[in-house]
């Protein structure tokens, strides 16, 4: 449908956000380690040969975008607040958590441990977040891939999304402005250290247990904001249920900014329909088309990508999903958008 120039970067027509179902025997491991049944070298070990496995597997869908699956974590946010000096963990901070936050109810309603890292001294980034898992990525691929793999890490906002005044001490930092600009530079220090060596990411939300969100509403309240006042290129936007809204708020999509749109469930192994998503990303296609910037339709429809709206395991165990079932959603994506882009 598209007779677009061939697409060489990111965002690839068919992206995935991170985390892939983890194998069951790499569950047990890290159980293993986690109760001095396995040294460190055997749980590493299992993490690279259950990696292996799963980059083969997007090679074999026909994914140009690769990732670790997130295999090296238990959930989408470890491996960031741990690392910061000035952090402490909280094993069960389910009384410092905010009603407003959906997650939140799923939590107190089944009475489930919350762990929390709140910050009691100056946040200061002494050891690198994600790089030694970006070049150990690269160790186990291609050459020839290495401009394609990806890193997933939490939004800058996320603790204290869920914790709100109990994220910092008040003897560490008078309010969240103090706050942020620590937490900002440390990002900035991580980013540039991950770009330096060759990666690109994807900062996520994430999904609680069989996709309960951490957050919902519609993109309509920071659409002007969200695509014409921050500098960024490209969105991947939740668009597979309606607690995303409508896709009218990509009428202010400006050109020469893309849009990943995720339309496959990552929550259910229903499948879905191809024409029906072939059909959502023409309707996507028009309002851009018709938005605040007229341009033809072929245009607008070079600025889209499609993904799953989420990671597939978010947290350790995953969504009610096989491995079986993520191989079928992906095969989807793929052959989706070779049926709307040339360049898929």
Not at 5 to 10: G, N
Not at 51 to 70: A, F, L, N
Not at 90 to 118: C, E, G, W
Not at 209 to 234: Q, W
């Amino acid at each position: 449908m598209s007779d677009s120039t061939p697409r060489l970067r990111p965002p690839f027509r068919a992206e995935h956000v991170g985390s892939l179902k983890r194998p069951d025997t790499l569950l047990q491991k890290r159980k293993d380690f986690s109760t001095g049944l396995c040294t460190a070298e055997e749980l590493r070990c299992a993490e690279d040969e259950a990696i292996r496995k799963v980059i083969q597997m997007q090679r074999q869908r026909g994914m140009k975008t690769i990732t670790d699956g997130e295999f090296r974590r238990l959930i989408f946010w470890e491996g960031l607040h741990e690392k910061l000096e000035g952090m402490s963990i909280i094993p069960n901070a389910l009384h410092l958590a905010m009603d407003y936050v959906p997650s939140v109810a799923y939590f107190k309603q089944r009475n489930l441990p919350m762990t929390a890292y709140v910050c009691e001294g100056k946040l200061l980034r002494k050891t690198p977040f994600y790089v030694n898992d970006f070049t150990s990525l690269k160790a186990l691929t291609l050459p020839e891939e290495h401009n394609r793999l990806k890193v997933t890490m939490c939004a800058p906002e996320w603790f204290h999304l869920r914790h709100g005044e109990y994220t910092y001490s008040k003897a560490v930092y008078q309010n969240d402005e103090e706050y942020f600009a620590d937490i900002v530079k440390a990002y900035r220090e991580e980013i540039r250290d991950l770009y330096a060596a060759g990666c690109r990411l994807h900062l996520c939300r994430g999904n609680v247990i069989n996709g309960h969100p951490f957050s919902e509403g519609s993109f309509d309240p920071i659409a002007v904001k969200l695509f014409r006042e921050i500098d960024a290129d490209v969105y991947y936007l939740e668009y597979d249920s309606d607690r995303a809204g409508t896709l009218e708020p990509l009428r202010w999509l400006p050109r020469g900014k893309f849009v990943v749109l995720g339309l496959i469930s990552s929550k259910t192994a229903e499948l879905e329909s191809k024409d029906a998503l072939i059909e959502r990303v023409l309707e996507a296609a028009r309002i851009i088309s018709d938005g605040v910037e007229k341009r033809p339709l072929v245009e607008a429809l070079n600025q889209i990508c499609i993904s799953p709206q989420c990671g597939f395991a978010s947290h350790s165990d995953g969504n009610s999903l096989t491995e079986d079932d993520v191989v079928r959603k992906l095969t989807l994506l793929v052959e989706t958008s070779k049926a709307l882009w040339s360049d898929a």
